[in-house]
Protein backbone atom coordinates (compact mmCIF):
# COMPACT_ATOMS: atom_id res chain seq x y z
CA UNK A 1 0.00 0.00 0.00
CA UNK A 2 1.69 3.40 -0.88
CA UNK A 3 1.95 5.92 1.94
CA UNK A 4 0.71 9.31 1.51
CA UNK A 5 3.35 12.39 1.28
CA UNK A 6 1.80 13.19 5.02
CA UNK A 7 3.47 10.06 6.38
CA UNK A 8 6.36 9.76 4.32
CA UNK A 9 9.90 11.08 6.14
CA UNK A 10 10.84 13.55 3.06
CA UNK A 11 7.09 14.59 2.51
CA UNK A 12 5.59 17.44 4.60
CA UNK A 13 3.04 16.52 7.46
CA UNK A 14 0.10 18.42 8.10
CA UNK A 15 2.04 20.90 10.48
CA UNK A 16 4.90 21.37 7.66
CA UNK A 17 7.43 19.61 9.21
CA UNK A 18 8.43 16.29 7.94
CA UNK A 19 7.47 13.67 9.84
CA UNK A 20 10.38 12.50 11.35
CA UNK A 21 11.09 15.97 13.14
CA UNK A 22 7.38 15.90 14.27
CA UNK A 23 7.65 12.25 16.76
CA UNK A 24 11.17 12.58 17.33
CA UNK A 25 13.06 10.20 15.28
CA UNK A 26 16.03 12.41 14.52
CA UNK A 27 16.44 13.62 18.24
CA UNK A 28 20.14 12.48 19.38
CA UNK A 29 21.22 10.92 16.11
CA UNK A 30 24.46 11.45 13.88
CA UNK A 31 25.41 10.27 10.52
CA UNK A 32 28.42 9.76 7.75
CA UNK A 33 28.17 11.11 5.13
CA UNK A 34 30.65 10.50 2.33
CA UNK A 35 30.75 12.00 -1.36
CA UNK A 36 28.65 14.46 0.25
CA UNK A 37 29.96 17.18 -2.19
CA UNK A 38 27.23 16.79 -4.83
CA UNK A 39 24.45 14.75 -5.91
CA UNK A 40 23.04 12.06 -3.29
CA UNK A 41 25.15 12.68 -0.89
CA UNK A 42 24.59 16.60 -1.01
CA UNK A 43 20.59 16.11 -1.27
CA UNK A 44 21.02 13.45 1.92
CA UNK A 45 23.55 15.95 4.06
CA UNK A 46 20.60 18.52 3.16
CA UNK A 47 17.50 16.39 4.26
CA UNK A 48 19.79 15.42 7.43
CA UNK A 49 20.19 18.54 8.44
CA UNK A 50 16.89 19.89 8.21
CA UNK A 51 15.80 16.91 10.38
CA UNK A 52 17.97 17.82 12.92
CA UNK A 53 20.47 14.87 12.44
CA UNK A 54 23.96 15.74 13.45
CA UNK A 55 25.85 15.47 10.48
CA UNK A 56 29.96 15.08 9.51
CA UNK A 57 29.83 15.15 5.47
CA UNK A 58 32.90 14.43 3.69
CA UNK A 59 34.16 14.24 0.24
CA UNK A 60 37.53 14.08 -1.68
CA UNK A 61 36.88 17.56 -3.32
CA UNK A 62 37.86 19.81 -0.68
CA UNK A 63 36.97 22.39 -2.41
CA UNK A 64 33.40 21.11 -3.26
CA UNK A 65 32.70 20.93 0.09
CA UNK A 66 33.15 25.16 0.59
CA UNK A 67 34.29 26.42 3.99
CA UNK A 68 33.94 24.25 7.02
Known amino acids: MPRSPATTARGPTAKGRPSSER ?19 WSTTEM ?10 VDRD ?3 MGPC
Open 23 to 41: DGRSADKAALITGAASGIG
Open 48 to 57: FVREGVHVHA
Open 62 to 64: REA
